[in-house]
């Protein structure tokens, strides 16, 4: 019997290493899988505290294939999938955690759940700029705070996440304000949303823009001192979600208020196979948003390959990066 053909992947060897390019067996789908030739790869800030060994929440076993976010091209179904056929143009938040292979190989055996149809007129690096970042905005806004167009909302943070949550929260009718630099305020604007400068006082821009009573729903996207901002910020009975709800925080102010929280953790479909569906459902529904032109990419334009992985990855660390980078992965 003749052995798997081979396929190119960038590899992990060692937590803080560079990525070493090599050729491994191509997996082969299996029950409810499909396998995908990918041709695009995203990097998130996620992958680089993976790759350093500093994301206790998202460990990937070694020597690992890291990547989170993926587009490309179904090759083959394996048995019981028939959502999806060879041909078909996909893309999802599909591995990179919890030794599940990554998308930074020209292929992977992926759970059909976890792949939807993407945006006809997006290319694959901007299809792939999507999953992780629209599907936290969709559950944080959606799922756990339930959005209703006319709310007000704020989001704190304008980055890979805080981009979506505007973009989502515009599409379904509120009008949003965004905390962030004062460099990141021209795009916020294009986005649709109202720009505040970080370090305006918190008092100071609920009376401007939400009339002294506070926002609806606060998306919090940096932790820290913006998750305790955003409990001062919601109005008497609003929502603050957070996507990232690290640090010693007092929820006196939320209590106060009588305000409601609700943490998110899109890693945990992943993680634990529960809700895989789901994020194929949330997918299905951006790939529609999108191709009603209420969703746009934002991608950073510069190229890399598998060769230059952590020249992309040292993008990021530099703070250099203007929108999301995406690693050019062809078979």
Same mark, same amino acid.
């Given at each position: 019997m003749n052995a798997n053909p081979s396929m190119q992947a960038a590899v992990l060897e060692q937590y803080g290493d560079t990525f070493r390019?090599?050729?491994?067996?191509?997996?082969?789908?299996?029950? %409810? !899988?499909?396998? &995908?030739?990918? /041709?695009?790869?995203?990097?998130?800030?996620?992958?680089?505290?993976?790759?350093?060994?500093?994301?206790?929440?998202?460990?990937h076993p070694l020597p690992a294939i890291l990547g989170i976010d993926m587009a490309g091209v179904v090759e083959s179904v394996g048995p019981g999938v028939s959502a999806f056929r060879a041909g078909d143009e996909?893309?999802?938040?599909?591995? %990179?955690?919890?030794?599940? !292979?990554?998308?930074l190989a020209e292929y992977a055996a992926v759970d059909a759940r976890l792949l939807a149809p993407k945006p006809s007129h997006f290319s694959m690096r901007e299809a792939a700029s999507l999953p992780l970042a629209f599907i936290t905005a969709w559950e944080g806004l959606v799922d756990r705070a339930q959005l209703k167009a006319g709310q007000r909302v704020l989001v704190q943070g304008a980055g890979g996440v805080g981009h979506a949550v505007i973009q989502l929260a515009r599409a379904f009718g509120a009008s949003v304000a965004a905390v962030d630099s004062a460099?990141?305020?021209? !795009?916020?604007?294009?986005?649709?949303?109202?720009?505040?400068?970080? %370090?305006?006082? &918190?008092?100071?821009?609920?009376?401007e823009h939400a009339q002294g009573r506070g926002f609806d729903l606060v998306y919090d996207t940096v932790g820290g001192e913006g998750l305790d901002a955003s409990f001062r910020a919601v109005k008497r009975f609003g929502h603050v979600v957070s996507a990232l709800g690290w640090g010693t925080?007092? =929820?006196?102010? =939320?209590?106060?208020?009588?305000?409601?929280?609700?943490? &998110?953790?899109? =890693? /945990?479909? =992943?993680?634990?196979?529960?809700?895989?569906?789901?994020?194929?459902?949330?997918?299905?529904?951006i790939t529609r948003l999108a191709e009603a032109g209420q969703i746009a990419p934002f991608v950073d334009a510069r190229h890399f390959n598998l060769d230059a992985v952590a020249d992309a990855h040292a993008l990021i660390e530099r703070r250099e990066a203007r929108g999301k980078v995406v690693i050019d992965v062809a078979a």
């Open positions: 390019r090599t050729a491994i067996a191509r997996p082969s789908p299996g029950e %409810g !899988q499909v396998l &995908v030739r990918i /041709l695009a790869s995203a990097v998130n800030p996620l992958d680089l505290k993976i790759r350093t060994g500093k994301a206790e929440h998202a460990r996909v893309y999802g938040m599909t591995g %990179g955690v919890g030794g599940v !292979q990554g998308s460099s990141k305020a021209a !795009q916020i604007r294009a986005w649709g949303a109202t720009a505040i400068e970080r %370090g305006t006082p &918190v008092e100071d821009y609920v009376a925080h007092a =929820l006196a102010p =939320l209590s106060f208020r009588p305000g409601t929280y609700s943490g &998110v953790f899109t =890693l /945990l479909p =992943l993680l634990t196979g529960e809700g895989r569906e789901h994020h194929g459902e949330i997918l299905r529904e």
